[in-house]
């Protein structure tokens, strides 16, 4: 798949096939596009805790409540984005410019992990309803929890949405 055949089959993915496993060497190609992501200063400010069996209910668990995100629990690996600190001059750029690098980092590495995982054939879930404090036991994170990505294969009735997303025009300005 090209990049744009990636960007229009990657989707929340919503409805797991739970008796399926994600393959190591599929888990492995994610992982390594991950590393490849940019990020401030190269300082890749994040951690990814990888959670397979009961790490995985119980972070699907912590994603849930208020009727949200009933599905993680079907997905068979959940992928836990944690912050971590700043390099120094990513730190110092941060302070001085007042812009909030590592969201945008870590928004870039979900970004990746999902395109790869589409380019696997398997299916994701960004998930930003999640309880922090819980994924910090279950995963013994120092740092902050900021997104879950649920990972496994889509189930039959999964299909491809169409998009909906704002038109160019609103999107897009040229001064
Ligand atoms: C930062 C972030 C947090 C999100 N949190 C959730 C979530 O908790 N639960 C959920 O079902 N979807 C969540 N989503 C998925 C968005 O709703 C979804 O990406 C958006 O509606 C576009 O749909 P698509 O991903 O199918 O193209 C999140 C997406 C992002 C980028």
Same mark, same amino acid.
């Given at each position: 798949m090209n990049f744009m055949e990636i960007a229009e089959n990657r989707q929340s993915c919503?409805?797991?096939?739970?008796a399926k496993n994600v393959e190591d060497h599929k888990l492995q190609d994610i992982l390594k596009a991950a590393q490849l992501a940019p990020s401030a200063c190269n300082g890749q400010p994040y951690k990814i805790t990888v959670c397979k069996g009961d790490a995985a209910k119980a972070v699907a668990a912590a994603c849930?409540?208020?009727?949200?995100?009933?599905? +993680?629990?079907?997905?068979p690996v959940q992928l836990v984005i944690s912050e971590m600190p700043y390099v120094k001059s990513a730190a110092l750029g941060a302070k001085l410019k007042k812009n909030d690098y590592r969201s945008i980092d870590i928004g870039i590495v979900t970004a990746y992990i999902t395109a790869e995982a589409a380019a696997q054939g398997l299916g994701t879930c960004i998930l930003g309803w999640l309880d922090d404090g819980k994924i910090r036991e279950i995963c013994g994170?120092?740092?902050? +929890?900021r997104l879950v990505i649920t990972l496994g294969y889509p189930s039959e009735d999964d299909k491809l949405r169409t998009k909906k997303r704002k038109d160019l025009d609103e999107l897009v300005a040229y001064k």
């Amino acid at each position: 798949m090209n990049f744009m055949e990636i960007a229009e089959n990657r989707q929340s993915c919503r409805s797991y096939n739970p008796a399926k496993n994600v393959e190591d060497h599929k888990l492995q190609d994610i992982l390594k596009a991950a590393q490849l992501a940019p990020s401030a200063c190269n300082g890749q400010p994040y951690k990814i805790t990888v959670c397979k069996g009961d790490a995985a209910k119980a972070v699907a668990a912590a994603c849930t409540g208020m009727g949200m995100n009933k599905f +993680a629990a079907q997905a068979p690996v959940q992928l836990v984005i944690s912050e971590m600190p700043y390099v120094k001059s990513a730190a110092l750029g941060a302070k001085l410019k007042k812009n909030d690098y590592r969201s945008i980092d870590i928004g870039i590495v979900t970004a990746y992990i999902t395109a790869e995982a589409a380019a696997q054939g398997l299916g994701t879930c960004i998930l930003g309803w999640l309880d922090d404090g819980k994924i910090r036991e279950i995963c013994g994170l120092e740092y902050p +929890a900021r997104l879950v990505i649920t990972l496994g294969y889509p189930s039959e009735d999964d299909k491809l949405r169409t998009k909906k997303r704002k038109d160019l025009d609103e999107l897009v300005a040229y001064k």
